[in-house]
Nanobody
Framework: QVQLVESGGGSVQAGGSLRLSCTDS????????MAWFRQTLGKEREGVAR???????FYADSVKGRFAIFRDIVNNTLHLQMNSLKPEDTAMYYC??????????????????WGRGTQVTVSS
């Protein structure tokens, strides 16, 4: 079974940076669509960024120009580099995986595999 584990969250001041990581011990992450979602208490889980098997990336408008999703193929790790962080970026961030190669949508129902999440808190 796919078992995704996130890390790298923490507390940072506005304007700072964090890098989130997502790993799996057996599943080859580069062969499937992978994504990062985030959720604030009481709100819907929303897609932040995703990457397909060819390396094509997609971003939510709210993070374009600030976040970057990429893979470390050798270490089978998915990353989310977050720069110029804002207080509104505060959320629990989740790594998610599909069973197909393509990222044709960002709705959470398309992703059957999820990590437990890592908290990101941005203070003003």
């Amino acid at each position: 079974q796919v078992q995704l584990v996130e890390s790298g969250g923490g507390s940072v001041q506005a304007g700072g940076s964090l890098r989130l990581s997502c790993t799996d011990s057996t599943y080859t992450l580069s062969t499937r669509c992978m994504a990062w979602f985030r959720q604030t208490l009481g709100k819907e889980r929303e897609g932040v960024a995703r990457i397909d098997s060819s390396g094509s990336t997609f971003y939510a408008d709210s993070v374009k120009g600030r976040f970057a999703i990429f893979r470390d193929i050798v270490n089978n790790t998915l990353h989310l580099q977050m720069n110029s962080l804002k207080p509104e970026d505060t959320a629990m961030y989740y790594c998610a995986a599909r069973t197909v190669r393509y990222c044709d949508g960002d709705h959470r129902s398309l992703f059957p595999y999820w990590g437990r999440g890592t908290q990101v808190t941005v203070s003003s």
